[in-house]
């Protein structure tokens, strides 16, 4: 019992029935329009004429409902109101510069252009009706109790009376149409709410829009979040070489020295531009133009390993200059990846780079020493860096392949396509 008068109790059943009320008073102004052709047809009869004012009004609402704003209005209102949680309408653009920067709205069905006008016409009718009976039901209650207002009272409606007898079974009367009233505003509530979702909510066409953006921002966010954690891992690992190597020679090599520090300002300040492009992404700003490091820079990269100290081995062959845009950039980002892992991970040695191109693929090898202790099992990663590029690879449809090489070394081994499959 409690819990079927505990809705009845709660402040958002009687902010839903009055929002079903302030749809009904907002539409009265469009009734002296709705009766106009009622009135040009002075000669019908009385009940065809409300029924032409009906229709007209009817019309008039729902031509309102047509327009996007309304719809807007009514979704926001609903959420206020009503507690339903309705999306914005995907007619609505994002700032330049954010993830959704472009997107467009789907083709809008003709059953789906309908919904709003036809939420709107429900919205109207059951504030209508729920007013009408629950002022009725109120007074009701309030006048129905014997000897109230002075003399004995009742309701009468269409031929049908109500009239208790003095006593209690007039204030049982008049309690039972107090709670009726209420009642009424909870089932206005509830049908205004099950309504919403259905008729203000997503439709099919835009749902799928949702969850298409929806992908792509998550691709977007990991294709950024794997070039940060190359460029920035990449530039780290460096730099935290570097400074132990100037460190170290100090005093007694100040040339080199001075090197090493040239080599951790140029690689962190290329990390920067990395790091303020993804930073500006993610704030959805106007972040400029993509850095980008291509397999024309793999001579810089190199120089840097160099100056920080590790002896680098490569192994060059082919023409590169068919390799571009996509994969040429991919192909860097793997090289620095394996370089990186080489550098953190190896224990010393030369480390032999291979990177060979024919019409066909591109291959790509990165081969340091671990010493004899280190399995697949044992080498130690972050557990980010491995993952994102076998994905990148699988991405342009290539073969990757990382693990021990014989007893004391690990290989990275890469082959991708450069005529990719259609």
């Known amino acids: 019992m409690f819990r079927g008068i505990r809705p009845l109790l709660r402040g958002s059943t009687y902010s839903g029935a009055l929002f079903a009320y302030c749809g009904a008073l907002a539409s009265l102004p469009l009734l002296p329009f709705a009766a106009l052709p009622a009135l040009a047809w002075s000669s019908a009869p009385v009940g065809v004429q409300y029924a032409v004012t009906a229709l007209v009004w009817s019309v008039l609402i729902g ?44 083709p809008v069905s003709g059953a789906d252009r309908w919904r709003t006008p036809l939420w709107l016409l429900a919205h109207v009718a059951l504030g209508w009706a729920g007013a009408q009976l629950g002022v009725l039901l109120f007074i009701a209650g309030l006048l129905l109790p014997g000897g109230w207002a002075g003399a004995e009272a009742g309701v009468s409606v269409n031929g049908w009376s109500l009239r208790p007898e003095s006593g209690w079974p007039s204030w049982a009367a008049a309690l039972g149409c107090l709670l009726l009233a209420a009642a009424l505003c909870g089932g206005v509530t509830y049908a205004l709410r099950w309504l919403a979702p259905r008729l203000l909510g997503p439709s099919s066409a835009e749902r799928l829009a949702l969850a298409e953006e929806r992908e792509r921002t998550a691709a977007e966010r990991n294709r950024l979040a794997h070039e940060l954690h190359d460029s920035i891992g990449h530039t780290l690992t460096a730099a935290t070489i570097q400074a132990a190597v100037a460190g170290e020679v100090l005093d007694a090599d100040p040339v080199a020295a001075r090197a090493a520090l040239r080599s951790i300002e140029e690689s962190t300040r290329a990390a920067l531009e990395d790091l303020d492009y993804v930073l500006g992404m993610l704030r959805e700003e106007h972040a400029g133009t993509a850095p980008t490091r291509t397999l024309a820079d793999l001579p810089e990269l190199l120089d840097r390993l160099r100056h920080a100290g590790a002896e680098v081995e490569p192994h060059l062959s082919g023409d590169f200059t068919h390799v571009q845009g996509t994969l040429s950039r991919a192909a860097y980002r793997i090289l620095q990846e394996g370089l990186t892992n080489a550098l953190r991970h190896g224990t010393g040695g030369p480390i032999h780079i291979t990177v060979a191109t024919t019409q066909d693929a591109l291959e790509l090898s990165v081969v340091n020493r671990t010493g004899p202790e280190m399995t697949s099992g044992a080498f130690p990663t972050s557990g980010h860096g491995l993952p994102g590029l076998a994905e990148r690879v699988r991405l342009l449809h290539g073969a990757f392949e990382a693990g021990p090489d014989g007893p004391e070394h690990w290989r990275l081994a890469v082959r991708l396509p450069v005529r990719l499959p259609a």
């Open 63 to 106: 031509v309102i409902g047509l327009a996007r704003t309304t719809r807007r209005v009514l979704i926001a209102c609903a959420r206020r109101m009503l507690g339903v949680p309705l999306p914005d309408p995907l007619g609505e653009r994002p700032r330049a510069g954010s993830f959704g920067a472009g997107r467009t709205s789907p």
